[in-house]
């Protein structure tokens, strides 16, 4: 003990030198305990609809969306759908393929999106293979052939997507949130 008091009297050198060691080991320590105490899993993200009214979502590839009209006609059908209503509609269009699809249509589900309306193959495919995970929404694909069948997801071609589209997001305007 009287060593250490010797060396602790002999200036402020040492004693920065000291302080600054048991900081470094005391911070070094703090981080060990954050970085191993989680269960590693990145926190979930949730996101807030401050509106409390329902929501129509479209989600189509570029590709789809410069070959043909059918995205525009979508859309259009979905903006007829809600005017007037208290029924909140947006569209993700986007470069994809199904596997980039995922993480978006993951993204529309944690806005809320009661509706997920996709045109194309990328995103229908997305949906028929993840429509299971979230039983209480409404999915509807445009023009996305070869997809095996779900009940959790009506298959629609072009010619009746906008009437069922626009009826559809209508029907949204009953829901309470």
Do not use: E
Request: glycine letters at 6%; aromatic letters at 4%; proline letters at 5%.
């Amino acid at each position: 003990m009287t060593r250490l008091l010797a060396f602790l009297g002999q200036g402020r050198r040492r004693n920065t030198i000291l302080l600054a060691a048991v900081a470094a080991i005391a911070a070094a320590c703090l981080a060990a305990v954050l970085t191993f105490s989680g269960d590693g899993a990145p926190p979930k993200v949730l996101a807030a609809d401050l509106s409390g009214r329902p929501t129509a979502c479209l989600a189509a590839d570029t590709a789809t969306t410069s070959r043909d009209t059918t995205t525009t006609r979508t859309w259009t059908a979905m903006q007829h759908g809600a005017q007037g209503l208290k029924v909140n509609i947006q569209q993700l269009v986007l470069p994809a393929t199904a596997t980039q699809a995922k993480p978006y249509l993951a993204g529309l589900l944690a806005q809320h999106c009661n509706l997920v309306v996709t045109v194309g193959q990328p995103f229908g495919a997305a949906i028929a293979a993840d429509a299971h995970l979230s039983p209480t929404t409404h999915f509807m694909t445009v023009d996305a052939s070869h997809l095996p069948g779900s009940a959790l997801v009506t298959q629609l071609d072009s010619a009746s997507a906008p009437t069922a589209v626009q009826a559809a997001v209508a029907a949204l305007a009953g829901l309470k949130r």
